[in-house]
Each structure stands twice: as structure tokens, then as C-alpha cells.
């Protein structure tokens, strides 16, 4: 029962803290002015988001 409780424990602070990075520090990056005038940068950042998307595919 330990280890039952210590897995979700650890699975809602790991769903916690990818949340944080995609929503709270990269929506702030990709809503950046400079990155969204930048058709090159705004193509890297598309496919850095689309490896990210992969890697969690590829996880599951």
C-alpha cells in the first residue's frame, strides 16, 4: 500500500511539474513578440515542441 501511495504521489508532482514547463515557462517564450515576427525561430520552435510531443510518445 506504501508503494501505491508513494507512485501517485510521485506522478501528480511529476504531472506538476511538466504543466509548469510547458504552460507557465514556455507559453511566455513562444508569446514573445521578437519569436513570433522570426518565421525561422518560430520553425525551430515548432519542432523543438514537436520533438518534446515525440519524447512523451515514445515515453508512454
Known amino acids: 500500500m506504501k508503494l501505491v501511495v508513494e507512485g501517485m504521489l510521485n506522478a501528480a508532482s511529476a ?3 511538466i504543466y509548469m514547463a510547458l504552460v ?4 511566455v517564450d513562444l ?8 518565421g525561422e525561430m518560430g520553425v525551430s ?3 523543438s515542441l514537436l520533438g518534446s510531443a515525440l519524447m512523451f510518445v515514445l515515453a508512454v
Open 15 to 17: 504531472g506538476n511539474l
Open 24 to 27: 507557465d515557462l514556455l507559453a
Open 31 to 38: 508569446m514573445n513578440p521578437k519569436l513570433q515576427n522570426n
Open 45 to 47: 520552435a515548432n519542432v
